[in-house]
Nanobody, 124 residues
Framework: HVQLVESGGGSVQAGGSLRLSCAAS????????MGWFRQGPGKEREGVAN????????NYTDSVQGRFTVSQDKAKKTLYLEMNSLKPEDTAMYYC?????????????????WGQGTQVTVSS
């Protein structure tokens, strides 16, 4: 039973930084796709970034490009999301997800394994 556990959320002021962690119960290379998603109040879930753990190639949604960075520590089986220059509109529950399929082959970001989420609140 594969598990993903997010941590690192919190409350910060605009312009601040947070680093989210996603600890997996298996080696990250077991997945072809891992991603960070968020769902803000009254909004639909959106993809923030995804990565192929094997190649390390990451993609970002336009609204976070240049501010957020996905990284991984393979030995610790942990995926990270470094978030800088945070804005109030980044306020959301953030989720980590993983799948055996390549990111490009997953329709509508429907990855198969999800964590429980961690809350990020950015105040102005």
């Amino acid at each position: 039973h594969v598990q993903l556990v997010e941590s690192g959320g919190g409350s910060v002021q605009a312009g601040g930084s947070l680093r989210l962690s996603c600890a997996a119960s298996v080696y990250l290379a077991s997945f072809d796709c891992m991603g960070w998603f968020r769902q803000g109040p009254g909004k639909e879930r959106e993809g923030v970034a995804n990565i192929n753990p094997g190649s390390g190639i990451a993609n970002y949604t336009d609204s976070v490009q240049g501010r957020f960075t996905v990284s991984q520590d393979k030995a610790k089986k942990t995926l990270y999301l470094e978030m800088n220059s945070l804005k109030p509109e980044d306020t959301a529950m953030y989720y980590c997800a993983a799948d055996l399929r390549a990111c490009s082959r997953i329709p509508k970001n429907r990855l198969s394994i999800w964590g429980q989420g961690t809350q990020v609140t950015v105040s102005s």
